[in-house]
């Protein structure tokens, strides 16, 4: 489908960034030229308080707006990827964004020379500089890794290099790349994109979910010495900027960079692992239950049970996905209404349209959700994931100032995985079908699967092949299948069946380009399943705590966040405590079937 052909009420509003184009190139020019300004200040912050108050609020200013542009000509950009005006208008964005963090490049290691104790005194004496004592205090946390002036400006210089192997894994993987046609359940040929992958993974027909499977990966296998060359590029780049700063690894910088112990991650691969024969288990059921012989790859997407596979609407998306937020109370569903009514989202696939689904938020504007929405349950699920993040957004951004503003990336899937889980035990709480309760339990037990064990998977992936690179060993296409193969058949076990292919999958998975990102998928989710407990037993006052949480950003440390909400993800408990809940609902599903 061609975007313009698209009802403009499913698409989404960016006239609320910048009502035209011509606006944003004004804007572009303006800002462009007023960058420039923050180099008056520098070698001047130690000078006095107010010397160094009035930078923060200039570079607070033009932070904004340099962010507002980026996120203007890449949203406009991921409408058509193919569009070559947003291609030129997002390369002069990254460009500016590039030079900005250059320009500003010189404050780390201006204030680490400073010192702690007279910024502290310039931060006491002066009122307005009292709300940056956080981020100061952050900047003193990773002193060691803070690099001099000349070599921290040099770094921040290759920021546009360094994009490189993940712009071309995106256009590549999302416009270039075309994948053959397969025939659909009723014969009938079509186009398999990554938008409808999952779909025909989830088809009634065995044959169906084969060819999409085999059309994949065959297609992924054609390219794969050029993707492994591609993501051997972007891990280099990963291990070059923790050796810059530093760090013994990429994953101790990926998590110094949050305040997340090295711990978490171990632990949580630890507890999985732990764990799999659980994974076994689902694996065995399913292929008892499914009648096969032989359980394959492509066998895992598709319901235990097929209920009735009317497709669901947009609008009843939207109703649903209200319908199971109500315990959040009336704040929450009037920001999710306002968001559903006032085109916060793109609704519907088109040409060159970004794959996938994401929120994004610009400071001083409504967040903004894209989907590609495939009228079945698991698009109304991506619904209320996305809008999670959604206004989670929206309460970081009307609550704390810019610099507090964002949320990383460790609680971000929190508000997410917590929607989906009280929208499922709502579809729970009001079915009578026996049939119906199954496939909502395999709908659950499949968000464990994807959510909780996939993704450590993947994470245990890229702590596989950042390691190799760091042993400075260089990453082939044979040995990145031959770790992945080994490591898909060590989560789901000797019941499924030898699927070689399934080896290129790490080629199209786009969130490896953002290293060490998909743990905090998993630690989201065992946090969210804990919060939408207390959120269901006990109301209001959990609903109170949790929207402390939401309204945080970054003021607090990720830790200390999901801490104020009544979740410790420091200790093994949150974990262990989804695992029960997975070993409770597998047997629910033994007991049915």
């Known amino acids: 489908m061609k975007r313009e052909d698209i009802a403009i009420e499913l698409t989404w509003n960016m006239q609320d960034v910048y009502d035209t184009d011509e606006l944003f190139l004004e804007e572009y020019k303006a800002v462009g030229e007023a960058i420039n300004d923050i180099k008056i200040y520098k070698g001047c912050l130690s000078e006095s308080a107010e010397i160094l108050y009035e930078y923060f609020k200039l570079r607070d200013e033009l932070n904004v707006k340099v962010n507002k542009l980026y996120f203007y000509a890449n949203q406009k950009l991921h409408e058509n990827l193919g569009n070559s005006i947003y291609q030129e208008y997002a390369g002069r964005t990254d460009a500016l964004a590039n030079k900005w963090m250059t320009l500003v490049s010189f404050e780390e290691p201006e204030i680490m020379g400073i010192g702690e104790e007279k910024l502290m005194q310039f931060i006491y004496s002066k009122e307005e500089l009292s709300i940056y004592e956080r981020a100061v205090k952050e900047i003193f946390r990773m002193k060691e890794h803070i690099l001099p002036e000349e070599m921290s400006e040099l770094l921040a210089m290759t920021g546009e290099i360094a994009s490189g192997p993940s ?11 075309k994948f053959p046609v397969i025939k659909d359940e009723n014969g009938e040929e079509v186009a398999l994109t ?17 060819s999409a499977f085999e059309a994949m990966y065959e297609t992924y296998e054609k390219y794969g010495n050029l993707m492994a060359s591609v993501y ?22 990926e998590l110094d960079s949050n305040d997340i112990p090295k711990s978490v991650y171990m632990n949580l691969i630890k507890a999985v692992h732990k764990n ?3 994974m076994y288990r689902y694996v065995k059921l399913r292929k008892k239950t499914m009648g096969y012989d032989k359980l394959h790859m492509y066998d895992i997407y598709a319901p235990i049970i097929y209920k009735d596979e009317r497709e669901i609407s947009y609008e009843e998306a939207k109703t649903m996905v209200s319908e199971g937020l109500k315990p959040m109370g009336k704040e929450y569903l009037d920001i999710l209404k306002e968001g559903f009514n006032n085109r916060w989202i793109d609704v519907c696939e088109n040409e060159g349209k970004r794959s996938g689904a994401y929120s994004w938020s610009c400071y001083g504007c409504h967040p903004y959700v894209l989907l590609n929405y495939q009228s079945n349950l698991d698009s109304v699920f991506t619904l209320a994931h996305e809008m999670g993040h959604a206004i989670h957004s929206y309460y970081t951004n009307e609550t704390q100032p810019s610099v507090y503003s964002g949320y990383t990336i460790f609680v971000a899937e929190v508000a997410s995985i917590c929607n989906e889980s009280l929208l499922l035990h709502h579809l729970l709480e009001n ?15 499949e968000k464990f699967r994807g959510t909780l064990f996939r993704q450590v998977m993947f994470a245990e992936f890229e702590l596989l092949t950042h390691e190799k690179v ?25 019941e499924i069946a030898d699927d070689k292919l399934i080896e290129m999958e790490w080629a199209r998975i786009p969130h490896f380009y953002t290293p060490f990102y998909v743990y905090q998928y998993a630690t989201g989710f065992a946090a969210a399943i804990a919060l939408s407990g207390k959120i269901l037993k006990d109301g209001e006052g959990a609903v109170k705590d949790y929207m402390k949480f939401l309204s945080g950003g970054c003021s607090k440390s990720p830790i200390e966040l999901l801490k104020m909400a009544g979740v410790d993800m420091t200790i093994e408990e949150p974990v262990d405590n989804a695992m029960k809940v997975f070993e409770g609902l597998l047997e629910q599903m033994e007991g049915l079937v």
């Open 232 to 253: 051997n590029a972007s891990v280099k780049k990963d291990v070059f900027y923790a050796k810059a700063e530093k760090y013994s690894s990429t994953l101790d910088r």
């Open 431 to 445: 079915i009578d079908s026996k049939d119906e309760k199954i496939y909502l339990i395999n709908n659950y037990l």
């Open 470 to 494: 760091e042993a400075g060993e260089f990453l082939t296409k044979d040995s990145l299948c031959e770790m992945y193969y080994d490591l898909n058949k060590k989560y789901y076990g000797e």
């Open 276 to 278: 799999l024969p659980l």
């Open 194 to 210: 990554h938008g409808n992958y999952i779909k025909y993974l989830e088809s009634k027909d065995r044959g169906v979910r084969k």
């Open 167 to 177: 712009d071309i894994f995106a256009k590549f993987s999302n416009v270039d790349l």
